[in-house]
T-cell receptor, first 115, second 114 residues
Framework: GAVVSQHPSRVICKSGTSVKIECRSLDFQATTMFWYRQFPKQSLMLMATSNEGSKATYEQGVEKDKFLINHASLTLSTLTVTSAHPEDSSFYIC???????????FGSGTQLSVL | AQSVTQLDSHVSVSEGTPVLLRCNYSSSYSPSLFWYVQHPNKGLQLLLKYTSAATLVKGINGFEAEFKKSETSFHLTKPSAHMSDAAEYFCVVSAPGLYQKVTFGTGTKLQVIP
């Protein structure tokens, strides 16, 4: 089956630094990628939707200047948390789907801890 | 460590008949469990969640799921399928703690036959 690789799986950083999370589709072309954030005991929150070659569409309340999303190729999307603060500590997960496929495939997630 | 297994990749039911989508999980902790639905070309929608309260959880659109610790299962059911239920369903397990790791099942595609 299709595989989505997300890296790193865990990152610890100091407050004020930026962190980049990568999401790769390994065996299909991901025309659309989604980025989610998991809050404790809550459901996933969709942060943004990105289509290859286009600017990401952010959900209401998500700061686009803080969470930079790039989807420059059909196999790679990145989420950069800029000037990270402790409140950005969370679990981030990406998902991807191809142009003809309705099914979503999920990355394994990234646990971000900001000290 | 945690994992989730959706036992059926495809389920086909007739309209008006019951729906059963199976999910088994493993977790080193007391997990939170979720069912999400994804309709074609749309994002995920939360159907229901279990977070250590009542073991029978009722969700939207008539769906419910029962957490059975002894069987490590969290099967999704609905008494009567509707055509609009045709979609992909994902079972998700989440570890407790401040930064919860989320693990998705591989999904079950539900087909509803008129």
């Amino acid at each position: 089956g299709a595989v989505v690789s997300q890296h790193p799986s865990r990152v610890i950083c100091k407050s004020g630094t930026s962190v980049k999370i990568e999401c790769r589709s390994l065996d299909f072309q991901a025309t659309t990628m989604f980025w989610y954030r998991q809050f404790p005991k809550q459901s996933l929150m969709l942060m943004a939707t990105s289509n290859e070659g286009s600017k990401a569409t952010y959900e209401q309340g998500v700061e686009k200047d803080k969470f930079l999303i790039n989807h420059a190729s059909l196999t790679l999307s990145t989420l950069t948390v800029t000037s990270a603060h402790p409140e950005d500590s969370s679990f981030y997960i990406c998902s991807a789907k191809g142009d003809s496929a309705e099914k979503l495939f999920f990355g394994s997630g990234t646990q971000l801890s900001v000290l | 460590a945690q994992s989730v297994t959706q036992l059926d990749s495809h389920v086909s039911v007739s309209e008006g008949t019951p729906v059963l989508l199976r999910c088994n999980y493993s977790s080193s902790y007391s997990p939170s469990l979720f069912w999400y639905v994804q309709h074609p070309n749309k994002g995920l929608q939360l159907l229901l969640k279990y977070t250590s309260a009542a073991t029978l959880v009722k969700g939207i659109n008539g769906f419910e799921a029962e957490f059975k610790k002894s069987e490590t299962s969290f099967h999704l059911t609905k008494p009567s399928a509707h055509m609009s239920d045709a979609a992909e369903y994902f079972c998700v397990v989440s570890a407790p703690g401040l930064y919860q790791k989320v693990t998705f099942g591989t999904g079950t595609k539900l087909q509803v036959i008129p």
